[in-house]
């Protein structure tokens, strides 16, 4: 942990980083202080609230995950893991009781429904942290016995209220809940990290045309970059590649805040842009190439390096090791 610690102080050391972590934590505090000032009553006012809510948390929370880089230590995983199981607990136990304490009125299942849903976005990310095939096991073994525990309650508490309305509510919210965590532990996990590896950088102050301006002249694995459009993103976006097989990485911005994506589906660019910056793949001095899903992170560090001291390197070395032959 002393490693993430340290990243996190030299990260907090920038105003500002200090500021957009302030701003992510107040919006996710937001979201949830929006859902109790939300009225009883179904009427305009609440699903303003609700909404904003909604809006609210996925600004804050899925800005803080790219903020904030995983730990990569096995004590770390398991820490920052547990935290994020238990706040999901927490949210689930705050929605059922809401629902209980207003006998499974309209407003409280509806935010319940929303709290579930946050919920399990937490359970998905720590879910998805389980990449040997032993912990894959573990974590699938829990979640699975987590769903029918979830089942036994709903019926255990059905019969013991007589199958009341507010029963019925609860019952309704445990057996999707548990359904949905059966799903995630035979491996439909849509919040798996090997689906989408996205990098931030933090503290970005260049257009991206002064990026790809800054970086024109240093060779990566892809290559030199390029200004072009990406089909998904309005604004233009600096380009590597594609490769023969179709990988490109792309920096864009997103609410104010810089990303490094990859994908290998070509149909996202211009097909004569790309077809005119193929490239074969650059091996580094030892013959070996950066697999697709960890070039965002190699792109991301050349990308920090320069904006802290100037210098333009490209690397292969990752906190990580994910190369191919």
Same mark, same amino acid.
């Given at each position: 942990?002393?490693?993430?610690?340290?990243?996190?102080?030299?990260?907090?050391?920038?105003?500002?980083?200090?500021?957009?972590?302030?701003?992510?934590?107040?919006?996710?505090?937001?979201?949830?202080?929006?859902?109790?000032?939300?009225?009883?009553?179904?009427?305009?006012?609440?699903?303003?609230?609700?909404?904003?809510?909604?809006?609210?948390?996925?600004?804050?929370?899925?800005?803080?995950?790219?903020?904030?880089?995983?730990?990569?230590?096995?004590?770390?995983?398991?820490?920052?893991?547990?935290?994020?199981?238990?706040?999901?607990?927490?949210?689930?136990?705050?929605?059922?009781?809401?629902?209980?304490?207003?006998?499974? /009125?309209?407003?409280?299942?509806?935010? =319940? $429904? &929303?709290?579930? #849903?946050? %919920?399990? +976005?937490?359970?998905? @990310? !720590?879910?998805?942290?389980?990449?040997?095939?032993?912990?894959?096991?573990?974590? /699938?073994?829990?979640?699975?016995?987590? =769903? $029918? &525990?979830?089942? #036994?309650? %709903?019926? +255990?508490?059905?019969? @013991? !209220?007589?199958?009341?309305?507010?029963?019925?509510?609860?019952?309704?919210?445990?057996?999707?809940?548990?359904?949905?965590?059966?799903?995630?532990?035979?491996?439909?996990?849509?919040?798996?990290?090997? @689906?989408?590896?996205?990098?931030?950088?933090?503290?970005?102050?260049?257009?991206?045309?002064?990026?790809?301006?800054?970086?024109?002249?240093?060779?990566?694995?892809?290559?030199?970059?390029?200004?072009?459009? @990406?089909?998904?993103?309005?604004?233009?976006?600096?380009?590597?590649?594609?490769?023969?097989?179709?990988?490109?990485?792309?920096?864009?911005?997103?609410?104010?805040?810089?990303?490094?994506?990859?994908?290998?589906?070509?149909?996202?660019?211009?097909?004569?842009?790309?077809?005119?910056?193929?490239?074969?793949?650059?091996?580094?001095?030892?013959?070996?190439?950066?697999?697709?899903?960890?070039?965002?992170?190699?792109?991301?560090?050349?990308?920090?390096?320069?904006?802290?001291?100037?210098?333009?390197?490209?690397?292969?070395?990752?906190?990580?090791?994910?190369?191919?032959?």
């Amino acid at each position: 942990m002393s490693g993430f610690a340290e990243k996190v102080k030299s990260f907090m050391k920038k105003p500002q980083n200090r500021l957009e972590l302030a701003v992510d934590i107040l919006c996710l505090a937001a979201s949830y202080g929006l859902l109790f000032l939300a009225p009883d009553n179904m009427n305009i006012l609440f699903w303003v609230l609700f909404a904003l809510s909604a809006f609210l948390f996925c600004i804050g929370f899925f800005r803080l995950g790219f903020i904030i880089d995983p730990p990569k230590t096995k004590k770390g995983m398991l820490i920052s893991g547990s935290l994020l199981v238990l706040f999901g607990i927490f949210l689930n136990i705050v929605g059922i009781s809401k629902i209980y304490a207003s006998h499974g /009125s309209e407003s409280s299942i509806s935010v =319940a $429904v &929303l709290l579930l #849903i946050e %919920a399990i +976005v937490m359970y998905s @990310i !720590t879910a998805s942290h389980a990449d040997a095939p032993c912990s894959q096991w573990i974590m /699938s073994l829990i979640v699975r016995a987590a =769903a $029918v &525990l979830m089942w #036994i309650v %709903a019926v +255990v508490f059905a019969v @013991i !209220t007589s199958v009341s309305d507010t029963a019925i509510a609860l019952c309704i919210m445990l057996i999707v809940e548990g359904i949905v965590l059966w799903a995630m532990g035979s491996g439909n996990n849509p919040f798996n990290s090997s @689906i989408s590896h996205i990098c931030a950088v933090p503290g970005m102050n260049k257009t991206v045309q002064e990026l790809c301006d800054a970086l024109r002249d240093t060779e990566t694995q892809l290559g030199h970059p390029w200004l072009g459009k @990406i089909r998904t993103i309005k604004e233009d976006t600096i380009i590597y590649g594609p490769s023969d097989e179709d990988v490109f990485v792309y920096g864009y911005y997103h609410f104010g805040r810089f990303y490094v994506a990859y994908s290998n589906d070509i149909s996202y660019l211009n097909e004569e842009q790309a077809n005119s910056h193929r490239i074969t793949e650059i091996p580094d001095n030892k013959g070996k190439c950066i697999g697709a899903e960890a070039l965002p992170e190699a792109y991301a560090n050349m990308i920090k390096q320069y904006l802290e001291n100037g210098n333009i390197v490209w690397s292969t070395k990752l906190n990580k090791s994910n190369k191919k032959h």
